[in-house]
């Protein structure tokens, strides 16, 4: 056990999703995993392990921003020894051409501050993607015949966000979407030696301002979890 993670040695599995929502972590679990089991609950945060096609899995929430992300990927990997973590959630479109339901595949993460910047100090560390789980999920993505978009994405600190000048800068340098916790993913995967990769449905449009009806996002997100499980176990 952990601070923060009240699960016994051994029942987390090497490969762990982790959506922001605890409760999406129990969706996910109950419809994808065979035989989920419970092994957090601590503050909440909700964790589950079960198999995937014969693969051992944990799903397992983040909460929201890269602060609270950051506890969870740490301890995940430094306490329970996962080796690949792979983020799926949800973001805003930046371009016109990355729709609504769209999948998008993290390669880098543009941002402003991580709770790894002080580590870093004067050095703009550039958090990327592992490139075997990026490929796989292309491969997966472009199999399910979902439309997927691979670049940079931007990990904001911030959810009401009141910088419309920076978000028209990343517009017009092709960075993708927004979202708030890749970034950090990256980093404490890098400096653990562990793989990471954020895979992420558009439910917002930053440009257009549509968003993907609450009635329909358990059905779109479905296609990203099955992107991420593919991208695995490749």
């Known amino acids: 056990m952990t601070i923060h993670i009240g699960a016994k040695p051994g029942e987390i599995a090497e490969t762990v ?3 922001g929502d605890p409760l999406r972590a129990k969706w996910a679990a109950e419809r994808f995993l065979e035989n989920p089991v419970c092994i957090n609950q601590v503050r909440g945060m909700l964790g589950y392990t079960g198999h995937w096609r014969g693969h051992r899995v944990t799903i397992h929430g983040s909460g929201m921003g890269m602060a609270s992300l950051s506890i969870y990927a740490n ?14 959630g949800s973001a805003g479109a930046m371009q016109a051409d990355v729709h609504i339901r769209d999948i998008v595949l993290a390669q880098t993460c543009t941002t402003l501050t991580t709770p790894s910047r002080g580590m870093f100090r004067e050095l703009n560390f550039a958090p990327c993607a592992d490139f075997g789980l990026l ?30 000048d920076l978000n028209e800068v990343m517009t017009r340098h092709g960075v993708l979407c927004v979202e708030m916790e890749a ?31 609450a009635s329909e996002r358990e059905q779109s997100f479905g296609a990203m979890i099955e992107v991420a499980l593919e991208a695995a176990f490749a």
Do not use: C, W
């Open 17 to 19: 999703l982790m959506p």
């Open 135 to 164: 490929s796989a999920a292309h491969r997966a993505a472009t199999g399910q015949g979902a439309r997927v978009h691979v670049g940079n994405i931007y990990s904001s600190d911030v959810f009401y966000d009141e910088r419309p």
């Open 183 to 213: 970034a950090e993913l990256y980093a404490v995967a890098a400096r653990h030696k562990a793989r990471a990769l954020a895979v992420l449905t558009i439910s917002d449009h930053l440009l257009t301002h549509e968003a993907l009806p």
């Open 75 to 88: 301890e995940l990997i430094r306490d329970y020894g996962a080796k690949t973590l792979i983020r799926v």
